[in-house]
């Protein structure tokens, strides 16, 4: 569906894109991951044809951005950062306009306007002007006018920018929703957004793709040992007899005795998990899946196992090796 | 597919209710027939008017009056109703909706341009009362108010095109305002430097300039071809000029 072959951007001497290669196979929801600045708009206005490549080849369904614009355009939605509303207009009349601009009769705009409005659920405010509507249902147009003309190829550019954390979901279940029909690239400095809907992830760093895969994957890749996070209620503490700072070693102790254990530590003061003065988090390091036999020791050493869990973290962790940098994201 | 034609008139209807919805519309239409109508008053009754009331010569001088000041304000208004069409959508981001939906980028410009042609001809329309107060309580051909109203609309055209460019180049509609002017007020100052300046630049100033000897005579009621080609030329000279900014800034 999409194929870019060293596809540069430079605007005056600087290097804003590339040279990037990849390919997406239809119907793949991609995301696009890196820091504010380094490339994602860039690379997605190309695809869009908003923006011309300095060099390199950019392909959509066999379609070459720069040879055939046109045929391009009418396969692609694209929803930019900020949505290309008309405040002045209702939006059932901008909705019509984008139709009829992306090459719609008016009979086929007229079709597809229910299915539209219904899919984004903007049904209720399909009568008032643009400029009244709050930015979640602003963002829910932007995207109807992106799908509407029903592309192949559905390009949404930081999709839950500016929005609270509920408009954040709703955004979140619209484009599941729309994984079916459409072949999706996202692209997000947000990294729950891109994880939890995408199918394959592209990062970037300083207008390069520095790494793609599936966020297990990119996991794999950069990290040999995998952390797990345990909360334990001492056995000692839970006697109420001991002394903790011997229950706290004799629990780390069972868990580090564990075969493939690679390190223990413990992220916090005993007594402050949960608000359970019994309890204590250890964050164990591994070279493998252990939650079996973290579980296993801890129990046939007397304590209690309040949790255990894969570190939740992973991708932000990927994030961090691949760029070098942190505190971006949300 | 609605391309080709079907996209500039797309675009020309959005573009022109959008002057209907908007404010700045009745704005611009609101000063323009302000500013015609206190000089027609000045000029036609006020205490400057020409010569003895009814008379054939003075109902054509307050004619030629009449569209002398009505061609400065139709300039001035074109400014205005221009100086936002791609601006303001560069700045709100709408323009991006366009640039990726299978448009051409003439065909943007040409809609925009033609709903502002349209909505500057209904001002300059809502002005022929002026014009008829004349031929009712005077003597002026039917004819001299058309071809003046042709020297107008093609003066306005003309004007508009070098918004359009003007618009075209930047995002700031202040910017855009300044441009515009500045390229209008110099090929409208065109005529008196030729005056001062000797062949053969004389010549190319007269020939350049988008007021005096181009527009005399639509104002004189005297239908030239060769006024009408060159308001044509440099309407179409100015959107060309348009186009190809837009194409460029593709590349940025």
Redesign the interface.
């Known amino acids: 569906m999409v194929h870019l072959t060293d596809v540069t951007k430079f605007?005056g001497s600087k290097r804003a894109l590339g040279p990037v290669s990849f390919e997406i196979e239809k119907g793949n929801t991609v995301g696009f991951l890196g820091l504010n600045g380094v490339g994602k708009t860039t690379l997605l206005?190309i695809l869009?044809?908003?923006?011309?490549p300095?060099s390199g080849t950019a392909l959509v369904n066999g379609f070459d951005v720069l040879r055939d614009p046109?045929e391009v355009?009418?396969r692609?939605g694209?929803l930019?950062e900020?949505?290309?509303?008309?405040?002045?207009?209702t939006v059932t009349d901008y909705l019509t306009?984008?139709g009829?601009?992306?090459?719609?009769?008016p009979e086929a705009v007229a079709r597809r306007m229910p299915e539209v409005q219904e899919r984004t659920r903007i049904v209720e405010v399909r009568d008032m002007p643009t400029g009244h509507l709050s930015q979640g249902y602003r963002q829910r147009v932007g995207v109807a006018?992106a799908i509407i003309h029903e592309p192949e190829l559905l390009i949404l550019d930081e999709p839950t920018h500016d929005l609270d954390p509920v408009q954040i979901m709703e955004m979140r279940a619209m484009i599941r929703s729309l994984k079916d029909s459409h072949t999706i690239l996202i692209s997000s400095h947000i990294l729950p957004e891109i994880s939890r809907t995408c199918d394959r992830l592209l990062i970037l760093n300083d207008g390069e793709i520095v790494a793609s895969g599936t966020e297990e994957e990119l996991g794999e890749k950069l990290f040999t040992s995998r952390r797990l996070d345990v909360t334990v209620r001492l056995g000692a503490a839970k006697a109420g007899d001991g002394d903790r700072a011997v229950a706290v070693e004799a629990a780390r102790a069972a868990i580090a005795r564990v075969a493939g254990v690679t390190g223990v530590q413990i992220p916090d003061s005993p007594g402050s998990a949960a608000g359970d003065t019994g309890a204590v988090n250890f964050q164990v390091e591994g070279d493998s899946d252990l939650r079996a036999e973290v579980c296993r020791a801890l129990v046939e050493s007397g304590h209690d196992v309040i949790s255990l869990n894969r570190a939740e973290r992973g991708l932000e962790r990927v994030f961090v090796g691949l760029v070098g940098k942190g505190g971006t994201w949300h | 597919m609605a391309l080709g034609l079907g996209s500039t008139g797309i675009i020309f209807r959005r573009e022109f209710n959008a002057y209907v919805r908007s404010p700045m519309g009745y704005i611009v239409a609101a000063v323009v027939l302000l500013i015609d109508g206190i000089l027609f008053y000045a000029n036609a009754l006020g205490p400057n008017a020409l010569g003895p009331a009814g008379s054939e010569l003075l109902s054509g001088q307050v004619l030629e009056g009449f569209l002398y000041f009505a061609s400065g304000m139709t300039a001035i208004a074109a400014v205005a109703l221009s100086i936002r069409l791609v601006a303001e959508e560069r700045q709100t981001g709408t323009l991006l909706l366009l640039d990726t939906s299978p448009v051409r980028d003439w065909e943007i410009l040409l809609g925009k341009f033609l709903s502002a042609l349209a909505f500057l001809s209904l001002i300059t329309v809502a002005t022929l009362y002026m014009p008829l107060l004349i031929l009712v309580n005077g003597k002026i051909a039917i004819g001299h108010i058309a071809v003046g109203y042709l020297g107008l609309t093609l003066l306005g055209g003309a004007v508009l095109a070098i918004g359009m460019l003007a618009t075209a180049l930047t995002r700031h509609q202040l910017v855009a305002a300044a441009v515009a002017s500045v390229i209008t007020g110099t090929l409208f100052l065109f005529m008196p430097l030729a005056e001062i300046v000797g062949p053969p630049f004389s010549r190319f100033f007269a020939a350049l300039t988008i007021h005096g000897r181009h527009w005399a005579g639509f104002q004189d009621g005297i239908l030239h071809l060769r006024d009408v080609v060159y308001y044509l030329a440099m309407t179409y000279f100015f959107l060309f000029a348009a186009t190809k900014v837009m194409e460029a800034k593709r590349w940025e």
């Open positions: 605007y206005r869009a044809c908003g923006l011309r300095s046109h355009r009418k692609v694209y930019p900020l949505p290309p509303v008309y405040r002045d207009m306009f984008a009829r601009i992306k090459g719609m009769t006018q």
